[in-house]
């Protein structure tokens, strides 16, 4: 896994059918294009998927921090120290303790310090574990928790979106930057 199959491309050096794609997310960021950008570049499909289905999910009627908490998930799950850095500083700005970022951050099943985050957490496993056939008895939880339905198979969009970053991302060995606070 290294630069010689998957080089940090340049809008001048990506495939033509990055090139907008990377100008206007080095443009969102101040000029700065991420090392995982560069890298999917090689591949404008996947850069354009896991971008729209991000931006996607982003904008689900899933809470921010609920969203994060899925990314995390499958941050930590897949071993993406890339994703874990990036999103840790969104997880600072939504307000979240450090007890939850610190819990989230580690490898494994530390329960998360809140119940309702914590069962967003267990329903991503459990999604992820059984394929998506999680049972009425974990959805019944999960909608006790204040989730709805709608919420379910946004949890699932979430899983997707960060499947395929978080794989691209250790397929290409994109390095952990220093993200801006």
Not at 120 to 130: D, I, N
Not at 142 to 166: D, H, K, M
């Amino acid at each position: 896994m290294s630069a010689t199959f998957f080089p940090d491309h340049t809008p001048d050096s990506a495939p033509p059918a990055a090139r907008r794609t990377m100008e206007a997310t080095a443009r969102k960021r101040g000029g700065r294009l991420p090392s995982a950008v560069a890298r999917m570049a090689t591949s404008p499909e996947t850069l354009d998927g896991f971008l729209r289905a991000s931006a996607t999910f982003e904008s689900s009627t899933l809470d921010p921090l609920s969203r994060e908490v899925v990314v995390m998930t499958m941050a930590t799950r897949n071993e993406c120290h890339v994703c874990v850095e990036m999103h840790t500083p969104r997880l600072r700005s939504l307000g979240a303790s450090p007890e939850l970022v610190a819990a989230l951050r580690a490898p494994g099943d530390q329960p998360l310090p809140d119940e309702r985050l914590e069962g967003v957490r267990r329903f991503t496993l459990a999604a992820l574990e059984s394929a998506g056939a999680v049972g009425d008895d974990r959805i019944r939880e999960f909608l006790s928790l204040g989730y709805t339905a709608r919420n379910a198979l946004e949890v699932v969009l979430g899983i997707g979106a960060y499947t395929i970053s978080t794989l691209a991302n250790r397929m290409t060995g994109a390095p952990v930057e220093a993200v801006p606070a």
